[in-house]
């Protein structure tokens, strides 16, 4: 789980881990050359399964949740999720999620520095 996202971030429900196959299914349908989009992907689970409503960020959930356990090579682009066999196409999708993590973490650096330079302009204020 991580903090601040707690709802949409928490783990996987049974249910949820029911839906695992099912997406699997559906993703190996797509290729580098007509990728899904995630709201795609998502109208077609709740058109599917009405009673579990599927949201994008569960949908990354589960994403990751496949990707984590190898279960298919999962990659995602700007234009949508896909499964490809190909060592290149499966490093940068490596690469880009290095990318991402690395862009992550310098934002938490600058926010770490900025208490760091400015501990007597930080005040505590009750959470929203």
Do not use: W
Not at 28 to 55: C, D, H, L, W
Not at 88 to 109: F, N, Y
């Amino acid at each position: 789980m991580i903090t601040n996202f707690e709802e949409i971030t928490e783990e996987l429900s049974d249910h949820e881990k029911t839906l695992i196959p099912i997406l699997v299914k559906c993703f190996q349908k797509y290729t580098v050359s007509n990728p899904i989009t995630g709201g795609e992907v998502v109208r077609k689970m709740n058109a599917f399964k009405p009673e579990y409503k599927m949201s994008e960020p569960r949908l990354r959930k589960c994403v990751n949740h496949i990707r984590k356990q190898s279960i298919i090579p999962l990659i995602a682009t700007s234009q949508g999720y896909f499964v490809s066999y190909d060592r290149g196409i499966i490093q940068s999708q490596i690469k880009s999620l290095h990318e991402r993590a690395s862009a992550i973490l310098s934002c938490s650096t600058g926010l770490s520095r900025f208490i760091n330079q400015e501990k007597n302009m930080v005040v505590n204020t009750p959470h929203h």
